[in-house]
């Protein structure tokens, strides 16, 4: 089968398209033929070794998992014999977690993985990237018990995790204010956002405005600058916090009656299952800038690392 490989850490050009075995499934597995899957932040670190932490996880001086691609969306070509929640032919959607893997044609998957049942009424590359942006944004919503009409304020609102997020705290009944560059505006108003901030022309930590939550998606506010746009009980999330970030969030949770959610995220099949739902009633819907085919890996993830995809970018393999 065809797997977009990758032997050493560094730029986009070390992604390379070759011949790998194609995986046999285990008792509990399914083997899927992938029709679609998405390259995000995630992968771009993981690629680059960045930050340097990752390689503690990953291999010090060489990857471990040579193939990326968290996110999928196919058609079950078999099942192992134990396999009792899904058969031969079921489309299927979700997120490999850490095992990585999807940038291929075909993966195995364990039947009770981060996986559900594609909504029919989107296409496989609608389905691959809402897992990414979806459980992320998802985990820390449910973390922070988000209640009708609290104020939110999402920094990041138009890339992915940003995009899911704006729409997630909308189904929780949540105010939503998003922030983004000018280009973005209108995208993030057409995802439900009730105010959108443009951060090249407004400082939302000027403006005197106070939120229940802040949800920095994209690591670009100083946690000690937004303090004061909290409510006194308020929560700031930082999903793309690096360490610096993550110690400022402990001494503020340890020392002030605000408290700041960061840290990695989890997730499994309740989770996809609860996405589906929310596709299947419009109130989360896929936002796709750009897509390629499989063999376009190296110029996706060079688009990607630039850092203003609006959205998602998807990698077709039909």
């Given amino acids: 089968m065809k797997a977009i490989v990758y032997t050493q850490y560094g730029s986009p050009e070390v992604l390379q398209i070759k011949e790998v075995a194609k995986s046999t499934p285990k008792d509990n597995e399914?083997?899927?033929r992938i029709k679609a899957t998405a390259?995000?932040?995630?992968?771009?670190r993981l690629r680059k070794a960045d930050p340097f932490a990752v390689r503690f996880i990953f291999g010090l001086l060489k990857p471990k998992i040579n193939i990326l691609g968290s996110v999928f969306s196919g058609e079950i070509e078999s099942i192992g014999n134990q396999v009792k929640l899904f058969k031969v032919g079921d489309q299927v959607f979700g997120h490999t977690d850490m095992s990585f893997g999807a940038y291929a044609e075909y993966i195995c998957l364990p039947e009770d993985g981060s996986l559900a049942l594609k909504p029919a009424s989107i296409s496989h590359n609608e389905?691959?990237?809402?897992?990414f942006g979806g459980v992320t944004a998802l985990h820390?919503?449910?973390k922070a018990m988000i209640k009708p009409n609290q104020k939110v304020l999402i920094v990041g609102a138009s890339g992915a995790v940003g995009s899911a997020a704006v729409q997630l705290a909308k189904s929780y009944g949540a105010i939503v204010t998003g922030v983004c560059s000018t280009a973005n505006i209108d995208l993030v108003k057409s995802i439900g956002a009730d105010k959108v901030i443009d951060y090249t022309k407004e400082d939302f930590t000027q403006n005197g405005e106070i939120y229940d939550?802040?949800?920095?998606?994209?690591?670009?506010?100083s946690v000690?600058?937004?303090?004061?746009?909290?409510?006194k009980n308020g929560i700031m999330i930082l999903s793309a916090a690096g360490m610096s970030e993550m110690l400022q969030g402990f001494w503020t949770s340890m020392t002030s009656s605000k408290k700041v959610m960061t840290g990695i995220i989890s997730h499994n099949a309740e989770d996809i299952i609860f996405l589906k739902e929310l596709m299947e009633t419009d109130k989360l819907k896929p936002v796709i800038d750009k897509t390629y085919i499989l063999?376009?890996?190296v110029e996706a993830h060079t688009y990607v690392e630039k850092g203003h995809k609006k959205g998602n970018v998807a990698i077709t393999l039909e």
Avoid: H, M, W, Y
């Fill in 39 to 44: 390259v995000n932040s995630g992968d771009v």
């Fill in 127 to 131: 389905a691959a990237v809402i897992p």
């Fill in 213 to 221: 939550l802040i949800f920095d998606t994209v690591k670009t506010i």
């Fill in 140 to 142: 820390f919503i449910k």
């Fill in 224 to 231: 000690s600058r937004c303090l004061k746009s909290l409510t």
């Fill in 295 to 297: 063999e376009q890996i």
């Fill in 30 to 32: 399914i083997l899927l």
